[in-house]
């Protein structure tokens, strides 16, 4: 069955980076898109990133541009989302989710991020 | 303020039958599938309905969406209580990147 699984969530300063990590299993990762969705406390879905299947074609929400960068490795069944400079409102459960036709079908459990000093 | 609108709350009696409205533009809705998603209270989102129209295997036949122009709805028919929870739409936006609305959540009474 199709599973993902966030890891590399906790605690982080503001200002400071963080990676998050998006392990597949339960069908051909490189066949698939995959995308980043966040939800902060008490709040709505924002989606966040997706990233092709080759890689080579990454998308960005306006509010994480420039300082989020999605990657994946297609020999370890895992996609990556990289966020730099973070503040507070990137405070946030992460979601990694399997993309069908632009947008998610498939969601892993998420990854807490807290930003705070 | 989410990029496609959608009512904050929702509610019926079980066996009711309830909408929830999706409201977008020509940009989202207006040029790509609409989806929807069930978020039960403290799990992650779940697919309920995707291309507009369209549910997933094991997915009740009590669950209904339909989308003309810019704007889609989702129909939950025979209510019952398991079906407490958020459910939010979602499109792919010509400016690539994809959107949700802000979730309605819906009572059962």
């Known amino acids: 069955q199709v599973q993902l699984v966030e890891s590399g969530g906790g605690v982080v300063q503001p200002g400071r980076s963080l990676r998050l990590s998006c392990a597949a299993s339960?069908?051909?990762?490189?066949?698939?898109?995959i995308h980043w969705v966040r939800q902060a406390p008490g709040k709505g879905l924002e989606w966040v990133a997706v990233i092709s299947s080759d890689g080579t074609n990454k998308y960005y929400a306006d509010s994480v541009k420039g300082r989020f960068t999605v990657s994946r490795d297609k020999s370890k069944n895992t996609a990556y989302l990289q966020m730099n400079s973070l503040s507070g409102e990137d405070t946030a459960l992460y979601y990694c989710?399997?993309?069908?036709?632009?947008?998610?079908?498939?969601w892993g459990q998420g990854t807490l991020v807290t930003v705070s000093s | 303020q989410s990029v496609l609108t959608q009512p904050p709350s929702a509610s019926g009696t079980p066996g009711q039958r309830v909408t929830i409205s999706c409201s977008g533009s020509s940009s989202n809705i207006g040029s790509s599938y609409v989806y929807w998603y069930q978020q039960l209270p403290g799990t992650a989102p779940k697919l309920l309905i995707y291309m507009d129209d369209q549910r997933p295997s094991g997915v009740p036949d009590r669950f209904s969406a339909s989308k003309s122009g810019t704007s889609a709805s989702l129909a939950i028919s025979g209510l019952r209580s398991e079906d407490e929870a958020d459910y939010y739409c979602?499109?792919?936006?010509?400016?690539?990147?994809?959107?949700f609305g802000g979730g309605t959540k819906l009572t059962v009474l």
């Open positions: 339960g069908f051909t990762f490189s066949n698939y898109p």
């Open positions: 989710a399997r993309d069908d036709r632009w947008l998610p079908d498939y």
């Open positions: 979602a499109a792919w936006d010509d400016s690539l990147s994809g959107v």
